[in-house]
Nanobody, 118 residues
Framework: VQLQASGGGLVQAGGSLRLSCAAS????????MGWFRQAPGKEREFVGT????????NLADSVKGRFFMSRDNAKNTMYLQMNNLKPDDTAIYYC????????????WGQGTQVTVSS
């Protein structure tokens, strides 16, 4: 499994960014892809997950209504559309994969920095 996250950058509060995670996954098992973030001095935080087969998404309460997840099967790419960004959203964002029957994310991308200025 290989994951490549991109799309981070510097944006003003209230702005938008779209992160991408290109995945190379070879499995016949059901899998989920997720976004996590880690701000300086803080623990890693769950942002959202998408069930690849159905597109069902589940996002953390802190980002619901502002962040949206989607995927493009043909491109094997997951997206995180981030709107109305706040300075508290500043973090390194990581994409990850959980392949059933595992109940944890075992594969991680390198991360992309998102900085929101006030």
């Amino acid at each position: 499994v290989q994951l490549q996250a991109s799309g981070g950058g510097l944006v003003q509060a209230g702005g938008s960014l779209r992160l991408s995670c290109a995945a190379s996954i070879r499995t016949f098992s059901r899998y989920y892809m997720g976004w996590f973030r880690q701000a300086p001095g803080k623990e890693r935080e769950f942002v959202g997950t998408i069930r690849w087969s159905s597109g069902y998404t589940n996002l953390a309460d802190s980002v619901k209504g502002r962040f949206f997840m989607s995927r493009d099967n043909a491109k094997n790419t997951m997206y995180l559309q981030m709107n109305n960004l706040k300075p508290d959203d500043t973090a390194i964002y990581y994409c990850a994969v959980r392949i059933e029957p595992s109940n944890q994310y075992d594969y991680w991308g390198q991360g992309t920095q998102v900085t929101v200025s006030s």
